[in-house]
T-cell receptor
Framework: EAGVTQSPTHLIKTRGQQATLRCSPI?????VYWYQQALGLGLQFLLW???????NRGNFPPRFSGRQFPNYSSELNVNALELEDSALYLC???????????FGSGTRLTVV | EDQVTQSPEALRLQEGESSSLNCSYT??????LFWYRQDPGKGPEFLFT???AGEEKEKERLKATLTKKESFLHITAPKPEDSATYLC?????????????FGTGTLLAVQP
């Protein structure tokens, strides 16, 4: 069974640009979660999507947004990139009532 | 506010030297407590879920226990391949969120 897949693995952007990160959940999982892991910090909750709708978002500015497609894959968009957005962005998936979830390997975003 | 604190921040052990990692938590209502292992540059890998005080789970050299205020991850006779960052997270019951609240992790180094 394929796990959670994320693309690209690495992404380098210039300050002010936009970044798009993609995630494919485990087959059958309808919930997708996005987390940010900045260097030296713990995982910070960004967004939760289920059945195509945003169910909850963390304490991040509106320039962090995303969507979930009918096939349950998801996209995270970060607009007007700032240097402090440099981090490992992790996607995870689960069944909506499942406890805990499975993570992908992440996208390393570097803003220069 | 729901919070997770892990200690120590870093731990260096000799191969075969057993020890324990601590996870203290404050949560309005505990739905589950999770332990993950994370290797450098990779996503967290699920280890255990604990649901209620007194519960214990084991996997190879690892054993997780849970009380009403904290969880311990006991590592018995560790090997160099156990070197990783160990993350603890809690999921609160109630509310409209499935988010996990993570601690900042314990970086474990096991020397041969």
């Amino acid at each position: 069974e394929a796990g959670v897949t994320q693309s690209p693995t690495h992404l380098i952007k210039t300050r002010g640009q936009q970044a798009t990160l993609r995630c494919s959940p485990i087959s059958g999982h309808t919930s997708v979660y996005w987390y940010q892991q900045a260097l030296g910090l713990g995982l910070q909750f960004l967004l939760w999507y289920d059945e195509g709708e945003e169910r909850n978002r963390g304490n991040f500015p509106p320039r962090f947004s995303g969507r979930q497609f009918p096939n349950y894959s998801s996209e995270l968009n970060v607009n007007a990139l700032e240097l402090e957005d440099s981090a490992l962005y992790l996607c995870a998936s689960s069944f909506p009532e499942e406890y805990g979830y499975t993570f992908g390997s992440g996208t390393r975003l570097t803003v220069v | 506010e729901d919070q997770v604190t892990q200690s120590p921040e870093a731990l260096r052990l000799q191969e075969g030297e057993s020890s324990s990692l601590n996870c203290s938590y404050t949560v309005s209502g505990l739905r589950g407590l999770f332990w993950y292992r994370q290797d450098p540059g990779k996503g967290p890998e699920f280890l255990f879920t604990l649901y209620s005080a007194g519960e214990e789970k084991e996997k190879e050299r690892l054993k997780a226990t849970l009380t009403k205020k904290e969880s311990f991850l006991h590592i018995t006779a560790p090997k160099p391949e156990d070197s990783a960052t160990y993350l603890c997270a809690v999921q609160a019951s109630g509310g409209a969120t499935n988010k996990l609240i993570f601690g900042t992790g314990t970086l474990l180094a096991v020397q041969p």
